[in-house]
């Protein structure tokens, strides 16, 4: 029976985040990573839309996404493996969120607090926003804000820098499915796999993604993580704008990607988008539920092809859709890194410092604590902004 410090749980972003941070800060501790499906076909990191923003409402968020700026403009060399420096193809095109009259004031308080900390984002009134981006009907809109540090990168990328790093500097990646979490008198002795075997640690990560429910009720421990289906649509559009168009989000949620010229993904979160693992793409879904709502901000896309897509889960978090960071209480040595509800990836950088801090007991660089599972028996949700997208 192998014998391990810390045991993650899933080898996805987050996984590989926390055990390349632990490893940085004591070279001497012993990591498993161990990862269902090493193609990581059905992982959220890779099914996502790679963007980080500056553009929360609340600090810790924000302060949680600088930290990922200051990671990925040193990621290729701090990440090199030998002659291997990994590329994220981050393009700062910016975020542009576009608001109605009843969300101006919740978009103005956002825009004071992140300015506080020294984003850069600005307001844009609708005539603004049509003077740089004249496809947007300004009718539909009361403003918005721009943050032009925000952006979009290869999240597979990001995922394989840190975990060819984390195995570089000791980590053992096992590939294997963990059936069961041990523990005796309340802390965390191992898990056992499908195969049979059996590992111990000290401390297991729960960093299953849109599965850690899963893992979490091994112990019977109940969290709010539901896995969430969503659509990304590839869309062929007539628009050829001269400019770079910012990640666009509408007041109804639904947002867009330039990925080339006239090439944007787009997606919503709708609210019968099914609970479960199924990752059926549907196209039919985008001519029924998302078109209508693409015209009416964008009338030129009335000329529109799906020319593709996919689908992944988001692990949203009923509770207050933040994410699940830190011990969880009656169970010494069981980390939680769940629930992030569609904006985790640009928090892999953040979230894996802070867990490396508090499994080795150090002092922390960021307190995250307003995020602990404590909130969650003590009732005290905390909320970005509701019409935002998460
Ligand atoms: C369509 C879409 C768009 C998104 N866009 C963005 C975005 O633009 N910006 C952003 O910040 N976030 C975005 N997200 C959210 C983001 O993808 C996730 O929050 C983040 O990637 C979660 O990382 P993770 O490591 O927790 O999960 P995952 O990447 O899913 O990794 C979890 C891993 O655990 C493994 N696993 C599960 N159970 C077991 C088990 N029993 N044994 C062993 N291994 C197991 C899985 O195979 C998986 O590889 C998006 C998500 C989706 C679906």
């Known amino acids: 029976m192998a014998s391990y410090d810390v045991i993650m749980i899933g080898g996805g972003v987050m996984a590989c985040s926390t055990a390349y941070h632990l490893l940085k800060k004591d070279s001497t501790i012993n990591i498993a990573i161990i990862e269902k499906d090493p193609s990581y076909a059905q992982s959220s990191t890779v099914l996502s839309d790679g963007n980080l923003r500056l553009q929360f409402n609340i600090k810790e968020n924000i302060l949680m996404s600088q930290y990922g700026l200051e990671m990925l403009a040193r990621f290729s060399e701090e990440m090199a493996v030998g002659d291997n420096k990994p590329h994220v193809s981050f393009r700062q095109q910016g975020n542009l969120f576009l608001t109605d009259e009843a969300d101006v004031a919740a978009a103005q308080i956002g825009l004071e607090l992140q300015k506080s900390l020294n984003c850069q984002v600005e307001w844009l009134s609708p005539d603004a926003v049509n003077k740089r981006y004249?496809?947007?009907?300004?009718?539909?809109?009361?403003?918005?804000?721009?943050?032009?540090?925000?952006?979009?990168?290869?999240?597979?990328?990001?995922?394989?820098?840190?975990?060819?790093?984390?195995?570089?500097?000791?980590?053992?990646?096992?590939?294997?499915?963990?059936?069961?979490?041990?523990?005796?008198?309340?802390?965390i002795t191992g898990v056992r796999l499908a195969d049979g075997s059996q590992h111990q640690c000290r401390y297991a990560v729960n960093s299953a993604g849109a599965w850690g429910t899963s893992i979490a009720r091994k112990l019977w421990i109940e969290l709010p993580v539901q896995p969430v289906k969503r659509h990304v649509f590839h869309l062929e559009t007539n628009l050829n704008p001269e400019n770079t168009i910012p990640l666009t989000v509408f007041p109804s949620g639904l947002y867009i990607i330039q990925e080339s010229g006239k090439h944007f993904t787009c997606g919503k979160s709708l609210p019968d988008d099914p609970i479960g693992f199924d990752f059926t793409f549907n196209r039919q879904?985008?001519?029924?539920?998302?078109?209508?709502?693409?015209?009416?901000?964008?009338?030129?896309?009335?000329?529109?092809?799906?020319?593709?897509?996919?689908?992944?889960?988001?692990?949203?978090?009923?509770?207050?859709?933040?994410?699940?960071?830190?011990?969880?209480?009656?169970?010494?040595?069981?980390?939680?890194?769940?629930?992030?509800?569609?904006?985790?990836?640009?928090?892999?950088?953040?979230?894996?410092?802070?867990?490396?801090?508090?499994?080795?007991?150090?002092?922390?660089?960021?307190?995250?604590?307003?995020?602990?599972?404590?909130?969650?028996?003590?009732?005290?949700?905390?909320?970005?902004?509701?019409?935002?997208?998460?």
């Open 285 to 390: 879904l985008f001519v029924d539920s998302v078109w209508e709502d693409l015209l009416h901000y964008i009338p030129a896309c009335e000329q529109v092809k799906v020319v593709g897509g996919w689908t992944g889960l988001y692990a949203i978090n009923t509770f207050d859709r933040n994410a699940i960071l830190g011990e969880y209480p009656s169970m010494k040595g069981f980390m939680l890194a769940n629930g992030f509800s569609g904006h985790g990836f640009q928090q892999c950088h953040a979230v894996g410092r802070y867990l490396a801090e508090l499994i080795l007991g150090i002092e922390l660089s960021l307190d995250l604590s307003i995020f602990s599972p404590e909130r969650i028996s003590n009732n005290k949700p905390v909320h970005e902004n509701p019409h935002k997208i998460v």
């Open 134 to 187: 004249p496809f947007i009907d300004p009718k539909t809109i009361a403003g918005g804000t721009f943050g032009s540090q925000d952006g979009t990168m290869d999240p597979q990328a990001v995922l394989m820098g840190y975990k060819n790093k984390a195995i570089a500097l000791g980590a053992e990646y096992i590939v294997g499915e963990v059936v069961d979490v041990l523990a005796t008198n309340q802390q």
